[in-house]
Each structure stands twice: as structure tokens, then as C-alpha cells.
């Protein structure tokens, strides 16, 4: 008769006894039982192993199929390789593919920026109808040609004691919003001179409009440049900073290198720079605001894509301490951020002629809202430093700045510039987003200015922004709604 004895804790020892014959057959089953037990603890150990393996494989496999089902929410967020790194350690032989992907979805932001700068750039069409009705109204309608501003108010033109605004467009639309508004937040509407200069082709609508649609209080006074009878020297200067800018607008375009569009700032600067309102004539013209207007002695130059928001009379009487140009040049924000943009943004300087001159983190003064001290801008050289700096632009290569109007200003106008409160004037608002801060100074700034693209008669820019424009336009007008200007 065998017996086992078995341990236990496992098959350590096994102990057979025998008291009788047959051991051979007897030690056949014990060797096949211990195969079977051996068979069992290696079953064991595999399935420890595989659980083990799975274990630590499992996590990582389910945060690589994470990745490649939100990847394409994540490269958007990812604008340089060192973002990217992490990506890596998942991707294994699919880097390439990312990265690849990557490429294409900064591209097609790069694209749509493109087509959004684009579309800002055109007429619409509602402002084409709305010039051509106007014009076509100036020829058959007495009352669209009657003389402006009336007789009876004729002599306010030159009255230094009333509130001379001037404004240099080809919009009508623009202009009307401006005027309307200022009348409407003005403590004192019937002190307000409106000279509005325009070109040619524009006159005939743009005089028609305010002949038709007339203000009870205020003077409004449409001239074309055409009606202007300019000093050969002045005519003479008007080509010649025309051809440079044309120059400079030239040399920026035909230089572009595709690194020029590398990353979204520097990208957005080339579209602004490239601008077609870059080669503007009305915009430029503002340099010779003193010889368009010789019998004015102070004025606020109004931009046309500004709306203002209150009472603005106080103006008149600032007192600029000598200075030509009264403008927002402090930020409302704090120190560390400026009202618009800062030097560096406008001028080269890893040119010396720069460098030398200016600090590139100063904060660049506000256009658009400005008060010029026409009597102090004559007594200086600002005109002539305008011209001198155009003509150093031309003998160093064209690149001391980009394409525009602001950049020969601030040069020019360097020293002649006396800081007034930034709740005068908020900028940026022709732009794709607005800061937190900006929604706080919407109500409290005297003047917006849309500065950016986006200007509020195009359907580009932020609903929210376009209303305080809008609010100003008068849609009951059978010209706008022939024309289906819509709010």
C-alpha cells in the first residue's frame, strides 16, 4: 500500500512509502502526478506575467488612441516643436504624420487670417450703390447740389470762436456716422464746424448726402481737392511723398520672404503693412492739414472709422503747452502695456539712423482723434522734417519703416506731442478679439476708434463692437435701404 505526504505550502517534498511489490508501476504515477503539478505552477507564472505585461502596455495604448482621437484639437494649440515633445513619445513611427498635420492646420490658419485681412480690404457693395445713387441724385435733384453749408452759415467757416472738426474721407457712410454722433453727444451741437475733404469722385455723392439729409445746428463744409488751388511748391511736395510711399509700399511687397509669415504676429504685420489704405492719398494728406485749412488756428482731426460717445468741447480749450498735437499716448491699462502699439512696430531698428534716435518699447501716440494747434504746427518744421525723413527712407534702401502713414509721423512729429487723458480715445477695435479691459473702457472712452481690418461698416468685425457703430447710422433712409445697407 503507497502513501503521499504532501506539504501544505506546496510541493516541496513528497514522501511515498511502499509495504508491499509493484513499485515500478506505483513510481510511474508518482513521476506523472509531479508533471502535472509542475505543469500547473508554470500555468501560474505565465498568467502572473501576462497580467503584469498587460498591466503596464494597457495605460499607455489607451492614452496613444486619447491622442490620435483629440489630435486634431490639440495642433491647433501647438505652434512649436518643443509644445509638440510630448507628442512624440506616443507617436513612435507616426511623428512624421503629426507633424505633418500640424503643418497643414497652421496653414489653413494662416489662410483663413488671409481671406479675413482680404475681405477687409474690399468696397462692399452696398457702399458702391450707395455712391452711385448719391451721385446720380447730385445730377437730377436741385436740393443735392445746394451750396454747403448754407449761406446763413457761411461765416462760421472761419470764426475761430466755433468747433472746428475736420475730416479727410472717401466714405460716405463713415462720414455721416461720425458727424451724427458728434452732433449727438455734443453740450453744445450749434459751436460745431464740420470741414469734410475729399477727392474727386467722391465730391458729387458725398456733397449730395448733406445737401439732402441737413443738420439744423451744426455747419458742415464739403471741398474736393480738386477745388483746391495749391502753390506749385505744395503740389510738387504732394507727388513726391506720394512716389516715395508708393516706393517704400513696393520695395516691403516685392522683398517678402516666406519666413515673413513664420509666426501669427509677424504674419498679421505684413497683411496690415500691405494694405491698400497704405497708398491712400486721404490718409497721407493729413501732413498738410495747415495749408488745407490757412485760416484755421486749432481743430480735432476725426478719422472716419471713429465713433464718439460724448461731449467732446472741452477740446478746444485744452491746453497743449505749447505743443502741435494733443493725443493719448499713456494706456488706461497700467504701465506695462500702451494704448495702441509701440515703436519697434512701425520703425527698423536694427537701423542706426533709428536706433540712435528713439526707444523701440516707447509707446507710439494715437491717431484718429488728435487736436492740432494749427498756429504752433506753422511756427515749427514738421512738414519739412516729414519730407527730410521720406527722402533718407529712399537713400538708405527704403527699410527705416514699414508701409503707412504713422511711421514718418511719429518721426516728424517727435517732441511736438503733448499726452492727454486715454479715456479720450479707445483703439483696437478693428480687431478679431477684445481684451476683458477693453469691454471696460467700451462705455467710458470718449472716442472708439476701429483701427484693425475689421471696420464697422464691414460684416468682418465682433456684433457686439459694430452696434455702437451702427446705432449711428440712420436706416430709415430711403438711400440706405435702396442700397440694403443693413445694421
Known sequence: MMKFHISTTGIKR????????????????????????????????????????????????????????????????????IECMGWRLFSGADTSQLLGMQQKVQSAKKRELMYWYLASRVVPKSLHCLCLKLAEEYTVN???????PPPEQVS???????????????????????????IENAANPEKLVFHIVTDKKTYTPMHAWFAINSLKSAAVEVKGLHQYDWSLEVNVGVKQMLEIHRLIWSHYYNNLKEEDFEYEGEYTNCLEALSPSCLSLMNHLRIYIPELFPDLNKIVFLDDDVVVQHDISSLWTMDLNGKVVGAVVDSWCGGNC???????????????????????????????????????WRRTNITTSYHKWLKISLKSGLTLWQPGVLPPTLLAFEGHVHPI??????????????????????????????????????????PEVRSLWNRHVNFSNSFIRKCRILG
Open 338 to 376: 500702451c494704448p495702441g502699439r509701440k515703436y519697434k512696430d512701425y520703425l527698423n531698428f536694427s537701423h542706426p539712423i533709428i536706433s540712435s534716435n528713439l526707444d523701440q518699447d516707447r509707446c507710439a501716440w494715437l491717431s484718429g482723434m488728435n487736436v492740432f494747434d494749427l498756429e504752433a
Open 14 to 81: 513528497v514522501k511515498i512509502s511502499n509495504s508491499s511489490g509493484g513499485g515500478g508501476s506505483k513510481g510511474a504515477t508518482v513521476a506523472a502526478t509531479g508533471a502535472a503539478a509542475l505543469r500547473g505552477r508554470l500555468s501560474s507564472r505565465t498568467l502572473l506575467l501576462v497580467m503584469l505585461v498587460l498591466g503596464i502596455a494597457l495605460p499607455f495604448l489607451f492614452v496613444r488612441i486619447a491622442f490620435l482621437v483629440l489630435e486634431s484639437a490639440s495642433l491647433s494649440s501647438c505652434s512649436s516643436p
Open 421 to 462: 487723458d486715454p479715456l479720450w480715445q479707445l483703439a483696437g477695435l478693428g480687431y478679431r478679439s477684445l481684451s476683458s479691459a477693453h469691454g471696460q473702457m467700451l462705455e467710458a472712452a470718449a472716442v472708439l476708434h476701429f483701427t484693425g481690418p475689421a471696420k464697422p461698416w464691414l460684416e468682418i468685425g465682433s
Open 142 to 148: 436741385a436740393m443735392a447740389r445746394s451750396c454747403l
Open 156 to 182: 462760421r467757416l472761419a470764426d475761430k470762436s466755433f468747433h472746428h472738426v475736420v475730416l479727410l474721407t472717401d466714405n460716405v457712410l463713415a462720414a455721416s456716422v461720425v458727424i451724427s454722433s458728434t
